[in-house]
């Protein structure tokens, strides 16, 4: 048999392997979604809980636990890499030096104090670097992304569900309130902008604050809003970086892992090439809502393999930490513009 033969037999062997928990997680996913459009809760909370919610149906099923893996950890580093079609130099030269300032400032400040306040609590450095790189860049999105390359640990699936799940409800909370205490402070639409672009974790979140308060308003956040999701690849390449000097490095199957995770290059090529009008405007909506849909999908397969029991026994002080967190992000923002 030749080579090409074997390689497609085996390609075929894996897609059977696959196909039934991906699909799960496909289906629970367009329902995640159809609920959101429906009732306005945001589409990755719902996906969570659905993943959650249907783990009775499928514990103990052995013909979906590679299927759940799959669409949990590829699916997921997939769409992330697929982001980076929606950041391109424009992006950055459209607002200025300022808003890239803002932005940088708040990642750095709040990880370093993520790291003390973490400590002081009592929790450790992974949910730190978690919470901190959700809150500050762009959250759920981010807490995929980070996760995938931080060193696995037997509450690594835990600690992401309860990051999606937090982040996401503080967000949900911050596109209500935010323009209200904006609006309350006097802040004119310019600082508005930022204001909401700088803090509000999840872009849909970001899009419904801004242009509740004005199309000006919703267009400027949201252009802000896409320089903190560019943040995301050097983060997550810095972090990879840094994990083997501290000793920290994960290792699958015994192997280090690539210094560069291919899911960053992947974002960082198509950022480039948005960049550099490579991809056309129609293809980047393709690309952004592919990217969509596949952590919609890949957060369903999180939830999955979560631990209900150890989520519900999540101590008190992580949410105190990522509440913190939340509340020191626009603290820092509201002041930086006052001055």
Same mark, same amino acid.
């Given at each position: 048999?030749?080579?090409?033969?074997?390689?497609?037999?085996?390609?075929?062997?894996?897609?059977?392997?696959? %196909?039934?928990?991906?699909?799960?997680? +496909?289906?629970?996913?367009?329902?995640?979604?159809?609920?959101?459009?429906?009732?306005?809760?945001?589409?990755?909370?719902?996906?969570?809980?659905?993943?959650?919610?249907?783990?009775?149906?499928?514990?103990?099923?052995?013909?979906?636990?590679?299927?759940?893996?799959?669409?949990?950890?590829?699916?997921?580093?997939?769409?992330?890499?697929?982001?980076?079609?929606?950041?391109?130099?424009?992006?950055?030269?459209?607002?200025?030096?300022?808003?890239?300032?803002?932005?940088?400032?708040?990642?750095?400040? +709040?990880?370093?104090?993520?790291?003390?306040?973490?400590?002081?609590?009592?929790?450790?450095?992974?949910?730190?670097? +978690?919470?901190?790189?959700?809150? &500050?860049?762009?959250?759920?999105?981010?807490?995929?992304? *980070?996760?995938?390359?931080?060193?696995?640990?037997?509450?690594?699936?835990?600690?992401?569900?309860?990051?999606?799940?937090?982040?996401?409800?503080? &967000?949900?909370?911050?596109?209500?309130?935010?323009?209200?205490?904006?609006?309350?402070?006097?802040?004119?639409?310019?600082?508005?902008?930022?204001?909401?672009?700088?803090?509000?974790?999840?872009?849909?979140?970001?899009?419904?604050?801004?242009?509740?308060?004005?199309?000006?308003?919703?267009?400027?956040?949201?252009?802000?809003?896409?320089?903190?999701?560019?943040?995301?690849?050097?983060?997550?390449?810095?972090?990879?970086?840094?994990?083997?000097?501290?000793?920290?490095?994960?290792?699958?199957?015994?192997?280090?892992?690539? *210094? +560069?995770? %291919?899911?960053?290059?992947?974002?960082?090529?198509?950022?480039?090439?948005? &960049?550099?009008?490579? *991809?056309?405007?129609?293809?980047?909506?393709?690309?952004?809502?592919?990217?969509?849909?596949?952590?919609?999908?890949?957060?369903?397969?999180?939830?999955?393999?979560?631990?209900?029991?150890?989520?519900?026994?999540?101590?008190?002080?992580?949410?105190?930490?990522?509440?913190?967190?939340?509340?020191?992000?626009?603290?820092?923002?509201?002041?930086?513009?006052?001055?």
């Amino acid at each position: 048999m030749s080579q090409a033969a074997l390689a497609a037999r085996r390609v075929v062997r894996r897609a059977a392997e696959l %196909w039934p928990g991906v699909l799960i997680c +496909l289906l629970a996913a367009l329902s995640a979604q159809f609920l959101s459009s429906h009732y306005g809760a945001p589409a990755m909370l719902i996906a969570l809980l659905l993943g959650l919610a249907l783990q009775s149906a499928v514990r103990g099923a052995d013909r979906v636990t590679a299927g759940l893996g799959f669409a949990a950890r590829d699916l997921l580093r997939l769409g992330v890499g697929l982001l980076g079609a929606r950041i391109s130099l424009e992006v950055f030269l459209s607002l200025g030096a300022e808003a890239i300032w803002l932005v940088v400032a708040s990642i750095l400040g +709040l990880l370093a104090f993520s790291l003390v306040f973490s400590r002081l609590l009592g929790r450790g450095w992974r949910l730190a670097v +978690l919470t901190g790189g959700a809150v &500050s860049i762009c959250g759920a999105s981010a807490a995929v992304a *980070i996760a995938a390359v931080l060193p696995r640990s037997e509450h690594s699936d835990r600690d992401l569900s309860f990051t999606v799940f937090s982040v996401t409800l503080l &967000s949900t909370v911050a596109m209500v309130a935010y323009p209200i205490l904006g609006a309350a402070l006097g802040l004119p639409d310019s600082a508005m902008a930022l204001f909401l672009g700088a803090t509000i974790h999840d872009v849909a979140q970001v899009v419904g604050a801004g242009f509740s308060v004005s199309e000006p308003v919703g267009e400027t956040a949201t252009t802000v809003k896409l320089i903190r999701v560019a943040m995301l690849a050097p983060f997550v390449m810095l972090l990879s970086l840094a994990l083997p000097l501290f000793g920290a490095a994960p290792r699958e199957g015994g192997a280090r892992p690539p *210094i +560069l995770p %291919w899911f960053v290059v992947l974002f960082a090529a198509m950022a480039a090439a948005a &960049s550099f009008g490579v *991809i056309p405007e129609p293809v980047q909506a393709m690309l952004w809502q592919g990217s969509r849909w596949l952590l919609l999908t890949a957060i369903v397969g999180v939830g999955l393999r979560t631990d209900l029991g150890g989520l519900l026994s999540m101590p008190p002080t992580a949410l105190v930490l990522i509440v913190v967190q939340t509340v020191l992000l626009a603290a820092f923002a509201l002041a930086w513009l006052a001055g």
